[in-house]
């Protein structure tokens, strides 16, 4: 008669390769099925080696002693470090597993139930089309060693390695093709992970140059403005004393009081300026900006006489040149791009071109393309300045601002 398929042969989910190339860790899952599978091959060789006691079979001394060799054959395998991490040591091992099998299958008709925890091991140590050749031979070997032992051919001799085959090579498709599902699940979260990081990281600083940017724009505008009209007005009321007047040290040192106060308030000024324009003027800032521009080769080029500019103009200035030059790489195709920074009598300007692709400026893209010009246009006008976009199909961009320059840097 037919040993019948176990039923945890068919259900057994295939473990992790020992010698699987990635598998970091066994996840508590693999472990469970990697004991499964320990607890299956040693219930079978415990079940051949009891029946061929208890019927007292003739040579039930030799399938005990097969059994045993076979038992601790696995166990080698199992203790032995180099199996689990060589493809060849493996190989091996199972080479090895095979000829205790096929022993044992010379000498009782149970050792057929042994080739159904062998098919995974064959299919997790060796390479898939070895692996499912592996199969095969193993199938016919029990197939043969059982038709030697038995008198009567019956379809289920053949059936049951068979579909035990088929099962074992589905289930480990089966069980890879989603081990590799929730690896790229993995990776997606964990790059998931690292990208809000990195933009919780870029959102703060961000946030923590704008904020630097608008006390600096709040303490120039107000304070450092309010204590240079006291100075004036002191200067004033000082010439309007005459001489000998008791007024005249109170005011003098409201003056000096004021002037140092005024000193301190452009230090703090200085101090929130943005990290581009801490070493330096603006033209040098734009021209390290040019300097460190990744694809197309930009160049910068200064006209006109430089001159001091109060620090929210530097700040605008660099923050559209930045934004331009962005564009300029992530959309326009630019071969070359040049930005020219002009002083003039009443003005500065700054001129940002290329000639890349260009696009239509009434039909500007959404999204990332579309929110720096608004951004741009409304730091310049902000100051007061004029923003122009000049740019058509094929034709490059051409991106210009001009703000008027305030009184204190006029005289």
């Known amino acids: ?8 042969a068919a259900a057994l989910p295939a473990p992790p390769s020992p010698a699987a190339p990635g598998v970091r860790t066994l996840t508590p899952v693999s472990r469970v099925l990697r004991l499964c599978l ?19 079979a003739p040579q039930a001394g030799w399938v005990v002693a097969a059994c045993a060799v076979l038992a601790a054959v696995y166990l080698a395998g199992v203790r032995t470090p180099a199996v689990h991490r060589s493809a060849r040591a493996g190989a091996v091992w199972l080479a090895g597993l095979c000829a205790a099998w096929a022993a044992l299958l010379v000498v009782s008709p149970d050792g057929l139930w042994i080739a159904f925890p062998l098919y995974f091991l064959e299919l997790h140590l060796l390479r898939l089309r070895w692996g499912v050749a592996a199969v095969a031979g193993t199938a016919a ?27 074992a090579v589905a289930t480990v498709l089966g069980y890879q093709a989603l081990y590799r599902e929730s690896e790229r699940r993995r990776e997606l979260i964990e790059e998931l992970i690292t990208t809000r990081a990195e933009l919780a990281a870029a959102e703060r600083s961000a946030g923590i140059l704008a904020e630097r ?11 450092a403005q309010g204590l240079s009209s006291i100075q004036l007005l002191l200067r004033a009321a000082e010439r ?13 040192r409201a003056r000096e009081a004021a002037q140092e106060n005024l000193a301190e308030a452009r230090r703090f000024v200085r101090a929130l300026t943005p990290p581009d ?24 080029s200064l006209s006109g006489t430089p001159r001091p500019l109060p620090t929210p103009y530097e700040v605008a200035l660099l923050r559209i040149a930045q934004s331009a030059l962005a564009n300029v790489v992530r959309h326009a195709e630019a071969g070359r791009a040049e930005i020219t ?6 003005s500065v300007t700054l001129d940002i071109v290329d000639d890349g692709k260009g696009f239509d400026p009434t039909s500007a893209p959404s999204g990332d393309g579309g929110f720096g010009l608004p951004a741009m246009r409304s730091r310049a006008e902000t100051l007061s300045g004029l923003f122009t976009v000049e ?7 051409a991106v210009a601002v001009t703000l008027p320059l305030p009184a204190e840097a006029l005289s």
């Open 1 to 8: 008669m037919t040993p019948p398929l176990p039923p945890a």
């Open 38 to 56: 320990h607890a299956l091959l040693f219930g079978l060789l415990a079940l051949a080696a009891g029946r061929a006691v208890a019927d007292s």
């Open 141 to 167: 070997a029990a197939i043969g060693g059982f038709l030697a032992h038995s008198s009567a051919v019956t379809p289920g001799a053949f059936l049951g390695p068979l579909l035990g085959g088929a099962v």
């Open 213 to 223: 940017e608008r006390l600096a724009r709040e303490i120039h505008d107000t304070l």
């Open 240 to 252: 309007s004393l005459p001489e000998g007047s008791a007024a005249l040290p109170h005011i003098g």
């Open 277 to 300: 324009l801490e070493h330096g003027s603006l033209p040098a800032a734009l021209e390290r900006l040019c300097t460190g521009a990744p694809g197309p080769r930009v160049r910068f």
């Open 341 to 346: 920074l002009t002083f003039m009598d009443s």
């Open 391 to 397: 740019s058509a199909p094929g034709q490059g961009t």
